[in-house]
């Protein structure tokens, strides 16, 4: 039997859960809040200086990684590596490899998993701050609703009431 799903990023385990039964027994209270990733960054390295540095540092490379420019890079990387190997140069080889395999799996790819974990935890903080609002904007349209009905049951009252003209 497999067990159930437990999240174990640890930025996830102190920051304030939003409140949806508050938002649907209290909506005219609630206010909505704009998450940005400056708000929540912090919950993955920290909130010292080392932790902003590499904060910002992860999701700068993450973001110039994804890029077009990057990949021509990497695919002139790949094909000059390849060329190299055909050619039998050797210090052209070990340098493709040396980038290649080392710098670029052993160093970049780390780093853009750090930055994608700086990103994802915004995205969440954002996905709970807008479910919040959500759901305080479902109570209100209920409470409407049900004004709206009872609205019409008193006309329909004084529809019965008043004797009909004509």
């Known amino acids: 039997m497999a067990e159930p799903r437990v ?8 920051r304030r859960k939003p409140d949806p039964i508050a938002a649907r027994d209290h909506p005219v209270e609630h206010v909505p ?41 990497f695919t002139l990387i790949a094909v000059g590596g390849g060329v190299a190997v055909i ?15 080392t710098f670029l799996q052993l160093v970049l790819l780390p780093i853009i998993i750090v930055g994608q974990n700086v990103i994802s935890a915004s995205q969440d903080a954002r996905a709970e701050a807008d479910h919040e609002t959500l759901t305080a904007l479902h109570a209100m349209n209920v409470r409407q ?6 609205q019409d049951k008193i006309l329909n009252i004084l529809e019965d009431r008043v004797p009909a003209r004509g």
């Open 87 to 101: 050619t039998g140069n050797a210090f052209w080889t070990a340098v493709s490899v040396l980038i290649s395999q």
């Open 7 to 14: 999240d174990r990023r640890h930025y996830q385990m102190d």
């Open 33 to 73: 809040k704009l998450i940005t990733t400056h708000h929540v960054k912090h919950k993955v390295h920290g909130e010292g200086a080392l932790g902003h540095f590499n904060n910002r540092l992860a999701v700068a490379i993450t973001r110039s990684v994804g890029t077009m420019w990057a990949a021509y890079a």
């Open 145 to 150: 609703l049900k004004i709206l009905e009872q």
